[in-house]
Nanobody, 124 residues
Framework: HVQLVESGGGLVQAWGSLRLSCVAS????????MAWFRQAPRQGREFVAA????????LYADSVKGRFTISRDNAKNTVYLQMNGLKPEDSAVYYC?????????????????WGQGTQVTVSS
């Protein structure tokens, strides 16, 4: 079993920045593709960004390309989401996820584990 713990959410003004972190409690972290999803009130969970096991390949939703950056540190069992140029429509609960499989599969929501989520609120 893999436990994922997110942190770094909060309240920020429009065009501000936040960095989310997700720590995984697993010895084989480097064997997992990792991703961030988000869910706003009364909306479904949507894909935000994903990163391959090695960190060499990344994927982004069109809505965040050029503003968000996903990265990972396998030595620290941690994946990050740097969010710049935040907009009110980015407000949501952000979830970390892990899949022991290709990063392309994570994009469709095929994951093995989810974190508990961290709230991001962007004020206009």
């Amino acid at each position: 079993h893999v436990q994922l713990v997110e942190s770094g959410g909060g309240l920020v003004q429009a065009w501000g920045s936040l960095r989310l972190s997700c720590v995984a409690s697993v010895r084989t972290f480097s064997q997992y593709s990792m991703a961030w999803f988000r869910q706003a009130p009364r909306q479904g969970r949507e894909f935000v960004a994903a990163i391959s096991e090695s960190g060499h390949n990344t994927l982004y939703a069109d809505s965040v390309k050029g503003r968000f950056t996903i990265s990972r540190d396998n030595a620290k069992n941690t994946v990050y989401l740097q969010m710049n140029g935040l907009k009110p429509e980015d407000s949501a609960v952000y979830y970390c996820s892990a899949l022991q499989g290709p990063v392309s599969a994570v994009v469709t929501g095929t994951v093995n584990y989810w974190g508990q989520g961290t709230q991001v609120t962007v004020s206009s």
